[in-house]
């Protein structure tokens, strides 16, 4: 989920505390579980910071080790450790607890967007990723908004909040029950697809899709249970030459393709120079598909420049792959 949406779950899981008998009647338990709570409800995604090393880094570890099995036992104990000494008189069992409650449930919402998260390691690689909710969901971020609102008037936090998670749980359900008749929808429209994506959009109704089959891939938009087709690519298979060998070493390339399950290629050539270009088929928007990666070659495929990210224009792109020339 966004930074927002993960702030007011924090707060939310603070006021929610009220309900252990030990955080309920101690006042220095109860504040060191609030700010703990809050700082755990953050704290897998601070590997955020990758951002400024650049994007090739970030693709490839973002929600990664940070969102994992021994991280998400290990985030709590350094927060409850860095906090305890200002609150010694705080029961420390219940803000552990407490504190990994916050941490753990940041990373099982993170599961269920589309961009998702190695949960499983170090047990597995793979991206866990359900894409029933989209990374800014206004109604879940509302009612938590609306719960926090009420307990600042002086309700009981903890059925008021109880309330709101089970509301939330029936909207996750919901959330299911769309999809699953999205993918009827689909295989109805697309009955020969092998393999299909949907993601959900800020919009309650409308989903992404993205769509294989052994001869082409799929591009369109779910509104209910209308499908939507906007394009069809051929579905051509990356030569095995040296020119894609040499793109594919790549860290931006690299990167690209180990986060990326559904892409198309392209490759341009001039006199002096191959551009070859992966493009990213889940984000289709206004007729542009805006994540890709760009490597530059020469004739001799020494590799003059690179980039992978959101490009919303060419002439921004050409921008960034001029900028990393000149570096």
Do not use: C
Request: glycine fraction near 4%.
């Amino acid at each position: 989920m966004d930074t927002g949406t993960h702030i007011v779950m924090g707060f939310a899981i603070g006021g929610l505390a009220a309900i252990d008998p030990v955080v309920a009647n101690d006042p220095v338990t109860a504040q060191s579980v609030l700010i703990a709570a809050v700082i755990g409800s953050q704290a897998p995604d601070a590997d955020t910071v990758l951002k400024l090393r650049n994007n090739a880094v970030y693709i490839r570890h973002h929600r990664g080790i940070t969102h994992s099995v021994p991280a998400v036992m290990l985030w709590p104990l350094g927060i409850t450790a860095v906090i305890y000494p200002f609150f010694p008189e705080a029961n420390l069992l219940h803000l552990w607890l407490w504190t990994f409650l916050a941490v753990f449930l940041h990373v099982f919402v993170d599961i269920f967007n589309s961009y998702g998260t190695q949960a499983l390691r170090p047990f597995s690689r793979k991206w866990v990723a359900l894409g029933v909710i989209n990374t800014f969901d206004p109604i879940i971020f509302g009612i938590h908004v609306i719960g926090l609102i009420i307990w600042a008037f002086g309700a009981d936090p903890v059925p008021t909040f109880l309330i709101m998670y089970s509301v939330i749980v029936g909207y996750y359900i919901i959330r299911f029950m769309l999809q699953s008749a999205v993918r009827h929808s689909i295989k109805k429209t697309i009955p020969q697809a092998d393999s299909v994506i949907i993601a959900p959009t800020i919009r309650f109704y409308q989903w992404r899709i993205a769509a294989e089959t052994k001869e082409h891939f799929y591009v369109g938009r779910a509104y209910g249970r209308s499908i939507t087709i906007y394009d069809k690519f051929k579905r051509i298979s990356i030569p095995d030459n040296e020119i894609f060998q040499k793109a594919k070493t790549d860290p931006n390339v690299s990167a690209f393709l180990s986060f990326s399950p559904i892409y198309r290629w392209e490759l341009t050539e001039s006199d002096d120079q191959y551009e070859v270009r992966f493009i990213d088929l889940r984000y289709r928007s206004n007729d542009h598909y805006p994540f890709v990666a760009v490597v530059q070659m020469d004739q001799n495929l020494t590799i003059q420049s690179s980039y992978t990210g959101w490009i919303f224009s060419e002439e921004k792109l050409k921008k960034k792959l001029d900028v990393l020339t000149i570096d």
